[in-house]
Nanobody, 123 residues
Framework: VQLVESGGGLVQAGGSLRLSCAPS????????IGWYRQAPGKERERVACTARSDGATYYLDSVKGRFTISSDNTKNTVYLQMNSLKPEDTAVYYC?????????????????RGQGTQVSVSL
């Protein structure tokens, strides 16, 4: 399994960024794709995830209403649209895969991970 992600960058507070993740190697639709972030000196946080099979979604409370996770199955790509960004959103964001949607919800360690992309939000 590979997760190839793109997007990220530097943006001012209040701005927007979109992350993309293209999973490959899964042999069925029983998997979940999402993102977690890691900031220096902070705990890892899973930000959002979506189940391939039924489109169920999960969001970290602090990003609800600002971030949207979506899937384009024709392109086999998952997107994380991040709006109204805040400095506290600054972190390395990793596309991650879980075998079970529930594992993402309960913050269980991911089964697969992309290379990570830096998101920096300035004041």
């Amino acid at each position: 399994v590979q997760l190839v992600e793109s997007g990220g960058g530097l943006v001012q507070a209040g701005g927007s960024l979109r992350l993309s993740c293209a999973p490959s190697g899964f042999t069925d639709d029983d998997y979940t794709i999402g993102w977690y972030r890691q900031a220096p000196g902070k705990e890892r946080e899973r930000v959002a995830c979506t189940a391939r099979s039924d489109g169920a979604t999960y969001y970290l409370d602090s990003v609800k209403g600002r971030f949207t996770i979506s899937s384009d199955n024709t392109k086999n790509t998952v997107y994380l649209q991040m709006n109204s960004l805040k400095p506290e959103d600054t972190a390395v964001y990793y596309c991650a895969g879980w075998r079970l949607f529930a594992d993402c919800v309960i913050n269980y360690p991911h089964n697969y991970r992309g290379q990570g992309t830096q998101v920096s939000v300035s004041l």
